[in-house]
Structures are given as C-alpha cells and as structure tokens.
C-alpha cells in the first residue's frame, strides 16, 4: 500500500539502486507497510540529536519507512517540536532541494514531555498514539535512549499503557545493558517479564557497520578461507579499535563505565564472535545468534594477569586537547583510577581455536583513529628465503577507509631475487567509486522495521559476554589497580605491545598499508 505519494519499500530500494546509492534489502522479513508510531525516549539527549532523528530523517527521505509512519518524541523536558527541530536539524545534512521533504518530514513529528516514572505521563502518551492515523492499531517502536536506571519504570509504563492493540510492538534498548553479569540479568529478567524476545532489539550500532556485515560474507562466501581459518594456520587475532580524542567533555559519564565496559565488552566482542564462530545453518537471525553464543560459552573469563590498562595524560608538548589528561577534566575526580585504555587476552577454548589467542586493544587518545580485525598466519614452514619473509595477514579494516586487504611476501621488482611485503587490496573507495555506505544507525533502524534481529543481542548472548568481563570488572572496582599512565596522542602504553609479544603477535614495523586515495 502506497500513500501520500510516497513509493513503496520495493520500488523505494530499485530507485536507490538507479542513482548509485547503497540498496539495504532486509535479510529475513519484508517489511510492514502500514501506519508506524516510533516513539523516541530521551529526544532531547545528545544521542538522539546526534544520530537517531538525523537517521529517522534518512530514511524517511530515501523512502525506506513504511508510508504513513510518525514519530513522537519524549523526554522530561518542557520543549516543543519546534525546539527539537531546531537541535537536530544541523546534523541532517541536508542537500539542495529538500525543503519541501523536510516540512513533510516535521508535519510527522510531535513532542510529549513527561516524567519517566509517571503512569500519568504515559497515559497522556498513550491518548497521543491514539490521536495518529492508525491509532491503537498501528505498529508501535519505542526507542529507549536512555540511561538503564530508568529502564524498568518505562518498560513497565509503557507495557501498562502503549502497546499496540492491532500491529506490532517493538523495543529498542541502547547499551549499556548494565554494568556486570548481575545487573545485566535485572534488567533482562525485567524485560522478559514485559515482552518477548521477538520484540526486544539490544542495539550495538557496530553490528551495523559496512564491514561488520562483511566478516560473514568474506568468511562464509570464499571456500579459499575455509581451510585455513583454524589453530593449524593462524597464530593470533588482533581486534583494535583506537580513537585519537579523549572524553570530550564526556568524562563524568565514561568514569561509570571506563573503557573496558564503553568498547571491550560488547563492540570487541562482537567482532570476536563473528570471527570465531562456526557457519550457521543459514542466515536467519537465531541461526546467526545461535552461533554467536556457542562461541562466547567456550571463552574463559579474562584474568588480571592477562591485561594491560592505561590512561592517559596531557601531552606537554601540544596545545589545546592533546594538552590536557583524563584527570584534567573537570567533571573527572582527582583520583580516578578509571582505565582509557586496555589490552586484553581472551582464550577460546574449543576444537577450532585451542590456543590461539584474541587479543582485543581499545583505547583513547591514542595516535590515530582506527578500528579492525587483523588475523596473523603462522611462519611459512621450511622457510628458502633466510628468514626474509614475513608473516602473512588478513586485515578487515572497519573504519575510516573501510577495506580488505591481505598482506603477503612478493618478489621485489628489479634484478635481484628478493621477497618484500606488499597487499593485495579491496579498498571501497577505490572498488566502488560514487557509493555512499549507510550510517550504521540506518540499517539497524531498518532492520527493526523489517522485524530482523540478526544484528541485534540477544538475551543470552548478552548474559555469556558479561560473563566473561564481570570477575575482571569486580576486580577492578575493588583492588582499583593504578593505570598505566600514556601520553595523550601515543600508541598507548608500552606495556600493552609487550603483552601482544607473549600473545605471540610479531609485529615487524617494516611495512605499514597505506589507502589507495592517498597514493
């Protein structure tokens, strides 16, 4: 059903396809094209300004939601749709001749202001919902952007008062979904109590980066991978995800969580899951997930002695940022001992991958902004070339300058006969020129449209990774072990590339992959 002169999400998708822009056709269900009510709770936080109404507006201007959708946004404050446009707009980027699409756009918008605890604000909620076309019976997307202490008074108000009486009702939760295994569970048990798993979406927006996507396909859809991708012919996985910034003003908030909660838990270990895991039946989204917790049940919890944490200090040489610690922060306390940055080793202890170790290293402040998953092959037995040849790597760079390349010895060109690093390279910029690869957030909102959960956690999933992190965590919260002081714009501490030297990773420093586009 086509309204209003919005195309459908078929005609919608071979339009974008027409003019070069990337096609997301949902892995597993068509989509509803119905009335949709999205509700967004914490409209006026920095998430939703920042990213989930510029997302909204994407793919309602793309055409990609059903034709009659409306979106209402609440929060405690007392604004107007007028105030929440005007927050958002700027990161809409917004292109010539979109002016009409916009107002369209805002016509759909309404704002509700209401304490989160309240039955009565709900209420008013519900009575709202029910003033849209569609009414009751229209699908309903609640988006919790909100910190989880508040979690249980909405769920339970909004199971009480907004669900749908004839459509669908989903749920979107953003992380953190608790701070160890034991909250994690309240908070899951809460959840369960109120609504199936089929309608819950636990979001970590880097299952919706281009090559996240891409480990299945590289991994599953190439039989040349297949024999090799083991203990018998890999020695080691590095998983990095590093960030040239600090806290940014954030730093009140990341000294809950630290570094470890922020990205090791749960993006790190996302990208350890699709690499370790065995090929699932099929890509639908329990099969996927299946496989997922398989692998995450054979990982041993991580220990103290097999991880380096850091943070990090002013650099005294620079000027501005890069001048000023963790501890510089205002809204940080003077004796936080809170890690910016960590290196962990993490054993799978099954059939595949006995002995090989993953390590995953995440920080800020670091030298560079970089996130990928490095596989490093064993030596190449009975070595002809006196020990020139170094150890080949399979590298999936996830941002920025999204590629695939393999890095493998190759005849210098010239006269003499010798091996030198070199690549064999699937840069995106350079393979697909004019492609606009879709912000994660899209394709996660999409896909709960469309009603997939492939690229979403699920609950047991989620209860095995906490598992896995809780006794360092309690640790840590305990024992307050001093962190490894780095200087704002390093590498980090030195101490974590020694612990990537007993993990057996051989780090070479004789060659270093540079982007095609900066040739």
């Known amino acids: 059903m086509a309204s209003e002169g919005k195309p459908s999400l078929a005609v919608a998708l ?29 409209a006026t936080g920095d998430l939703a300004k920042k990213k989930i109404y510029p997302t909204i507006w994407w793919l309602f201007r793309d055409g990609l939601l059903p034709p009659q959708s409306y979106f209402v ?155 090799v991708w083991n203990r018998d012919n890999i020695s080691c996985v590095l998983i990095t995800f590093k960030e040239p910034f600090g806290t940014e003003g954030r730093g009140g908030y990341f000294d809950k969580f630290g570094i470890i909660r922020d990205v090791m838990q749960n993006h790190l270990l996302q990208l350890l899951c699709l690499v370790a895991m065995e090929r699932p039946t099929s890509t639908r989204s329990d099969d996927v997930r299946d496989e997922k917790v398989k692998v995450l049940r054979c990982v041993t919890p991580v220990c103290s002695e097999d991880v380096v944490f850091g943070q990090y200090e002013g650099d005294p040489n620079a000027h501005g940022e890069a001048s000023q610690g963790y501890r510089d922060d205002p809204t940080v306390p003077n004796d936080s001992r809170t890690p910016t940055f960590a290196t962990a080793i993490v054993h799978v202890e099954n059939e595949r991958w006995e002995g090989v170790p993953f390590v995953l290293r995440c920080g800020k402040a670091l030298n560079e902004r970089k996130a990928e998953v490095r596989l490093q092959f064993r030596d190449v037995p009975g070595d002809i070339f006196e020990r020139r040849s170094k150890r080949n790597e399979l590298v999936v760079r996830v941002q920025p300058n999204e590629a695939v390349y393999m890095k493998l010895m190759t005849k210098k060109p010239g006269m003499f006969f010798s091996p030198e690093e070199s690549e064999l390279d699937l840069t995106y910029s350079s393979r697909y020129h004019g492609v606009k690869l879709p912000d994660a957030y899209e394709r996660l909102l999409l896909d709960v449209f469309c009603g997939n959960q492939m690229h979403f956690v699920r609950s047991d999933e989620l209860r095995e990774a906490w598992r896995i992190f809780t006794p360092l965590l309690h640790w840590i919260d305990t024992e307050r072990p001093i962190p490894i002081p780095y200087t704002h714009g390093s590498r980090g501490p030195t101490q974590g590339d020694d612990l990537l030297k007993k993990a057996g990773f051989r780090y070479e420093g004789t060659y270093r992959w540079v982007s095609p586009h900066k040739l």
Not at 15 to 38: F, I, K
Request: one cysteine or more.
């Open 73 to 227: 946004g609440f929060a405690r404050s007392n604004l107007t749709k007028g105030d929440i446009r005007q927050r958002c707009t700027p990161y809409f980027k917004l292109q010539a001749g979109e002016d009409p699409l916009l107002e369209e756009f805002f016509q759909r918008n309404s704002y509700v202001s209401g304490e989160y605890d309240s039955p009565e604000a709900f209420s008013n909620l519900a009575k709202h919902l029910a003033s849209l076309p569609g009414g009751d019976h229209a699908n309903r997307l609640f988006y919790l952007a909100l910190p989880p202490t508040v979690f249980e008074p909405v769920t339970k108000n909004l199971h009480h008062s907004c669900m749908s009486m004839g459509g669908w009702t989903r749920i979107i939760v953003e992380k953190p979904f608790g701070h160890d295994l034991q909250s994690s569970e309240r908070l899951s048990q809460n959840l369960a109590s109120l609504f199936d798993e089929s309608q819950i979406y636990r979001i970590d927006h880097y299952l919706g980066k281009e090559m996240v996507q891409n480990l299945m396909v590289l991994r599953f859809g190439n039989r040349i991978f297949a024999p």
């Open 14 to 42: 071979r339009a974008r396809e027409s003019v070069g822009r990337p096609t997301m056709v949902p892995t597993e269900l068509a989509m509803d094209e119905g009335r949709s009510h999205l509700v967004l709770f914490g």
